[in-house]
Structures are given as C-alpha cells and as structure tokens.
C-alpha cells in the first residue's frame, strides 16, 4: 500500500464508510477503489481516469484535491499526454463537424445544379441526335430521367445518414466520461440462526462486508456489545425518550457477542435488518452471538 493509499483508506475509515459505501456515493466501481488504496492502477484505464478517480475519491472524505496532488505527486501518475490526446479529439471533432456543416449548406445547391445540367443534357441529346426517332428517344428520355431521379434519391439518403451519424458522436462526445457502468447485482443477506443453547444463541451473517450492530430500547434495558476477544465497545443502559438507541460498526470484526438484560424491550438490528429471536423474547436475559461470515473465509 502506498502512502497516498493508506491515506485515503485512513479518511474513509475515520468516516466510518466502507468500500461499498464510497462506490455508491462516487459511482466509481469498488474493484478501481481498492486500486486506489493499493496503488494498483494497472487496472484502471489510463492515467486520465487515475487522477480522476483519485479527485472523486478525496471530495468524498471531504480532502482537499489540490493538495492531495502535490503531496502525492510522486506517487500519482502523470496525465499530460492523455489529456493532450483527449483535448486533440475534442478539436478534431469540432473542426470536422464544422467542415460537415458547411458541406451540408453547399450540397443542395450542388445537387440542384448537377440536376439542372442532367436535363439540359437529356435534352440536347434528344435535338440533336433523335429529331427523327420521337418513340424511341420519348422512352430514352424516361430512362434518363428515372436514373437521375435515383441518383437523386439516394444522394438524399447518404447526407441524412451522414446528418444522423454527426449528431449521434456530437450526443457521445457531451456524455460524461465518469464509469456508468451499473454494479453487478450481490446476493441478499443472510441472518440465520444457527444453534441455541439454554439462554445463548448463535446466528450467521453472509452476503456482506458491512457488519452495523444497532439496539433500539422499547422501554429500559441493559446491554453491552463486545466482539470474539471480549472487547467491549458499549457497556450500559438504554432508556427510551432518553438513550433509546446504541450503534456500532463492527465491520472489521468477525464475531459481535451481544447481552441483553431485557430481550422483550430491545430491539436489535444488523445492517437495518431486523433480528428475530430464536429464543422466545420474554426469556429476559439473552446473549446473541453473530457470526460474521465473509465470502474470502
């Protein structure tokens, strides 16, 4: 990890927002974020996006882009030739749709004429060449006059093709360059209870990397919150009205060890979904245990 990566990944921690959280609020794929934090940017698809995606990802946390750029200078590549490349295609557009809107001003008048001289033409030929002949030269002329017809035609339907072919790139070249592209689709989490034991039970979380323990009290209850090694990150009582609520994330945790003196009037939420007892709720005492089960393990 470089250390504009750990950086980052230091901010967005202190925000208490994962990789996921960032990608929906940047609209940057999850797999070029953790490039980011790991100074991988082969994946990404080129220094232009590099240094873009790194300007999303520090407005984000609320860092300043600027001075993100110059501490990191060194570790931040270069984007000079692709933005001279980017800024020649630009030009060369507009000079090309330019030139194409002149041509179009000019090509009617240009058909016009050429029009006008094939039936000056037509006509000629039939005087000077066919004076004797009228049935035959009556049926030539009918023939050049559906050729040039066609020729009409079809010269119409290639400037309309051309017409619709400039303003679909004129539409492309104003869309955004940010990554649209819609995340794959995740499996649903799981909350499953998976073994109790007189007034213990134990659950399953899969199918995500947020872990967010929240316990809501209904009325007066105590309950702490600790994980595998006998951590405690709360401790106490939660009243309604007063100090109803109690949220912790535990995300980079693999076990949530949770008491509840009075199961009946807590409520207890994993990533806003709620926990159903296994064991009947008027049971006061409980300890629930959760198991945070993540797709690498």
Known sequence: MTELGNRLKEARLAKNLSLDDL?????????????????????????FYVRAFIK?????????????????????????????????RVKTHKAISKGDSKVFDVLPKVLIGVFVIGIASVLYYFIA???????????SND?????????????KVKANEVAKEDETKKEEEAKPNTETTPPADTPKQELTAVQS??????????????FVVKLVSKGQTWVSIKNGKQKTFFQG?????????????????????????????????????????????????????????????
């Open 129 to 139: 060449n066919h004076a004797g002949d009228n049935n035959n030269e009556t049926v």
């Open 23 to 47: 990608q929906t609020i940047t609209k940057i794929q999850k797999r070029y974020l953790v490039g980011i934090e790991e100074g991988n940017y082969a994946s990404m698809p080129g220094n």
């Open 143 to 155: 023939r050049e006059q559906v050729k040039i017809e066609k020729s009409t035609e079809l010269e």
């Open 237 to 297: 009582t939660l009243r309604k009205g007063v100090t109803e609520s109690q949220t912790q994330d535990l995300s980079a945790e693999n076990m949530a060890v949770i008491r509840v003196g009075n199961a009946a009037d807590t409520d207890i939420y994993i990533n806003d979904q709620k926990l159903e007892y296994a064991i009947p709720a008027t049971a006061n005492v409980q300890n629930i245990k959760i198991q945070h089960v993540l797709e690498n393990q």
């Open 56 to 88: 999303q990802y520090a407005e984000a946390l609320n860092l300043n882009p600027d001075e993100i750029f110059e501490t990191y200078k060194n570790e931040i590549p270069a984007s000079h030739n692709d933005e001279l490349h980017h800024l020649s």
């Open 197 to 210: 034991q007189g007034n213990t039970t134990t659950y399953d979380l899969k199918n995500t990397d947020k």
